[in-house]
């Protein structure tokens, strides 16, 4: 990724944003919110041109919406994505529609936001792709993190398990091992202790070709949750386990 910075050219805008939204992910994930913000502040003229390709744009703003996810900065993860779903729906690029409403959708649950997750839940739903298990396996996560922030264990659990079931059938290891964690709190709040056991050793045996002792997730600060949480919603208000302002 740090190759990347070499690579953008004024000449080919397209090329380099698109090139720098792809970086911003890869920084995140690596919990280098800095680095992600300085490609922010140098590309995010750029996008400003007319003659800046709709597709580039619309990838972009994923980009940057889960940057202001990541930050808990709720409004501008909505203003960034309803630019976004705008310029779709003036073009019928509706290809990314799915993952731009998943941004606020994760947004809203890591701030704790429950009505406002379901809205945007909702129109993932009617987005999702009926064929990719990969969009079906995220999807569940985030209805699982829903269900656990209402108390309903066992629709928690539900989600979880077809989750779960969707990761092995794309082959997708981080979305199994969310579900799996999704499903071992519910459990655990259900009562049924027995079955968290092996639901630990799947997860901790889909995580263990990470190269780092610490999971390559970014944890970050969510104002109106008052501690961390991951990209992924791993941990919003009902988790058990949030430490204070980490990241």
């Not at 000449?11 to 939204?21: E, I």
């Not at 300085?38 to 709709?54: A, G, K, V, Y």
């Not at 980009?63 to 019928?92: F, P, R, W």
């Not at 459990?187 to 799947?202: F, H, K, M, N, Y």
Request: aromatic share 8%; with cysteine; glycine share 6%.
């Amino acid at each position: 990724s740090e190759r990347g910075w070499s690579l953008w050219n004024m000449a080919d805008r397209d090329l380099s944003v698109l090139l720098g939204g792809y970086m911003i992910i890869c920084f995140l994930w690596w919990g280098k919110t800095t680095k992600a913000k300085e490609i922010i502040d140098q590309l995010n003229p750029w996008t400003q041109s007319t003659h800046i390709s709709p597709l580039v744009f619309i990838l972009w703003s994923c980009a940057i919406a889960l940057y202001h996810s990541v930050q808990g900065e709720m409004d501008s993860c909505v203003k960034t994505i309803e630019k976004a779903l705008n310029l779709a729906e003036q073009t019928g690029l509706h290809a990314f529609d799915f993952l731009l409403s998943a941004q606020v959708a994760r947004c809203s649950l890591m701030a704790g936001e429950l009505q406002e997750a379901e809205s945007w839940l909702s129109l993932m739903a009617k987005t999702m792709r009926s064929h990719s298990h990969i969009d079906g396996a995220f999807y569940h996560h985030l209805q699982s993190n829903a269900a656990a922030q209402r108390k309903n264990w066992q629709q928690a659990i539900e989600h979880a398990r077809t989750g779960i079931a969707m990761s092995i059938d794309a082959g997708t290891p981080f979305p199994e091992a969310h579900c799996h964690i999704n499903l071992a709190r519910a459990l655990i709040e259900q009562g049924d202790r027995t079955s968290t056991r092996p639901v630990g050793w799947a997860t901790r045996s889909r995580c263990r070709w990470s190269p780092s002792s610490r999971p390559a997730v970014p944890r970050c600060r969510s104002s109106a949750a008052g501690g961390w949480a991951t990209p992924a919603a791993l941990s919003t208000r009902w988790s058990p386990s949030r430490a204070g302002g980490q990241r």
